[in-house]
């Protein structure tokens, strides 16, 4: 079946300006993740929504970053008023499970490279 | 701070040659160590992993050795290969939080 989707696979855009950032899961996937990846860097948490429950946002560097989930499916990842450090692949992931564990693994999309200018 | 700590940053190792990655972690309450493999342009996908109660995971060339008292994990890749060239992640999870800590990441480059 379709993996993740994410899209766009690019973004540039210009400082100040807002972005959104969308991911489709894997059908009936229950989790679903956001990551962020920095050039040469590891894989840094964002924000995690567990089925209808409230999102674990602990992971959002600034009150610029906002995401939703509508109907348990599709998420968005919104950056408003981006800065250059703001550039990076920003990946998502879903999970057939409430949590990713060792029976319902993470899976995730290509990803969304976003360039701020 | 949970942590997971990987190395090397990067490797490079001779086609046949036996690659070998480590990554310690701080907390004991990780219970599931994912091995993720990325190549240019691609999200991680899952390659290898590892319950805490078991000492070593074995899938084809790639082995999972797992040291519980040192708090240390390693992946051992067999006769490496150039289609190995990948960046690999370490990963842990605490318990029930679902949410993957990752190491910082280890480029492997195979030479033919």
């Known amino acids: 079946g379709a993996g993740v989707s994410q899209s766009p696979s690019n973004k540039v855009t210009e400082k100040g300006k807002d972005v959104e950032l969308r991911c489709d899961p894997i059908?009936?996937?229950?989790?679903l993740y956001w990551y962020r990846q920095s050039l040469g860097q590891g894989l840094e948490f964002l924000i995690y929504?567990?089925?209808?429950?409230?999102?674990?946002k602990s992971g959002l560097p600034s009150d610029r970053f906002s995401a939703e989930r509508t109907g348990g499916s599709v998420s968005t990842l919104t950056i408003q008023r981006t800065q250059q450090e703001d550039s990076a692949v920003y990946l998502c992931?879903?999970?057939?499970?409430?949590?990713?564990?060792?029976?319902?693994?993470?899976?995730f999309g290509n990803g969304t490279r976003l360039t701020v200018t | 701070q949970q942590q997971v700590k990987q190395s090397p940053q990067s490797l490079i190792v001779q086609k046949g040659g036996i690659s070998i990655i480590n990554c310690a972690y701080e907390?004991?309450?990780?219970?599931?160590f994912p091995w993720y493999q990325q190549f240019p342009g691609k999200g991680p996908a899952l390659l290898i992993a590892?319950?805490?109660?078991?000492s070593e995971k074995k899938e084809g060339r790639f082995t999972i050795s797992f040291n519980k008292s040192a708090k240390q994990f390693s992946l051992h890749i067999m006769d490496s290969q150039p289609g190995d060239s990948a960046t690999y992640f370490c990963?842990?999870?605490?318990?029930?939080?679902?949410?993957?800590?990752f190491g910082q990441g280890t480029t492997l480059q195979v030479k033919p």
């Open positions: 590892i319950r805490p109660d078991v």
């Open positions: 990963a842990a999870i605490p318990g029930n939080t679902g949410k993957l800590i």
């Open positions: 992931a879903s999970s057939s499970a409430w949590v990713a564990s060792y029976n319902s693994p993470l899976h």
């Open positions: 929504f567990q089925g209808n429950s409230a999102p674990d």
């Open positions: 059908s009936g996937h229950t989790a």
């Open positions: 907390n004991t309450a990780f219970d599931y």
